[in-house]
Structure formats: structure tokens, C-alpha cells
């Protein structure tokens, strides 16, 4: 069964740092564009906000660049996406998507989906 499965998520202070985890089961991340997504409370989703594409490049929207940074562990099947210097604005379900096709994720529909975490940034 294919699944990715987000954990990480939780009440940071403004200021203060997270580390998402998306791992996935079922398949092999190794060849797969894996693309985090966001969704704050009655907005649209947004993103992908960074995509860790297979060849292990990297792409962060302005929203994030230079306070995100997406990593993977094809060892672990997991994809990291840890977060610096949170921002009130930045509190939402975080989601993990996955596609061979990077197209599909930069356009906003990877065939893989994880539940969501939530991450809350409030003091």
C-alpha cells in the first residue's frame, strides 16, 4: 500500500524551529519529485512551497527561501523539510505529495498525498 505519513508538526514559538518528516511506505522515494504543500486556516492550499526533486535539487518559493530547507534520506525512504525562523503567517497543515512527474508537483497535483501535520506558531 502506498502512503506517506507526515509527523513533526506542533506549537513553536515565533522564532523557533521544526522538523517535518514525510516517510514514505509502499514505494521507493528514490525517483519520485516529493513537493511540501500548506494550507492555513480558511485559505487556499498553497505551495508547492519546496520540492526535493529526485536528482536531489531543491526549489523553495519566496514564501520560505532562505528559512526552509528540504533534505532526504533515501535510506529512510523520508523526506525532512525543517524550518527556522517560524513566522505566525507560517502556521498551517503542512502536507508531503509525491510524483515521478515533477510537472505534476509543481503544478499542484502529485498523485501521492500524506495527511497533513499541523504546525502552529504563536506565542
Known amino acids: 500500500q502506498v502512503q506517506l505519513v507526515e509527523s513533526g508538526g506542533g506549537l513553536v514559538q515565533p522564532g523557533g524551529s521544526l522538523r517535518l518528516s514525510c516517510a514514505a511506505s509502499?514505494?521507493?522515494?528514490?525517483?519520485?519529485?516529493i513537493g511540501w504543500f500548506r494550507q492555513a486556516p480558511g485559505k487556499e492550499r498553497e505551495g508547492p512551497i519546496c520540492?526535493?526533486?529526485?536528482?536531489?535539487?531543491?526549489y523553495y518559493s519566496d514564501s520560505v527561501k532562505g528559512r526552509f530547507t528540504v533534505s532526504r534520506d533515501n535510506a529512510k525512504n523520508t523526506v525532512y523539510l525543517q524550518m527556522n525562523t517560524l513566522k505566525p503567517e507560517d502556521t498551517a497543515v503542512y502536507y508531503c505529495?509525491?510524483?515521478?512527474?515533477?510537472?505534476?508537483?509543481?503544478?499542484?497535483?502529485?498523485?501521492?498525498w500524506g495527511q497533513g501535520t499541523q504546525v502552529t506558531v504563536s506565542s
Open positions: 505529495a509525491a510524483d515521478r512527474n515533477l510537472r505534476a508537483v509543481l503544478s499542484g497535483v502529485p498523485g501521492y
Open positions: 509502499g514505494f521507493s522515494l528514490d525517483y519520485y519529485a
Open positions: 520540492i526535493s526533486r529526485s536528482n536531489r535539487s531543491t
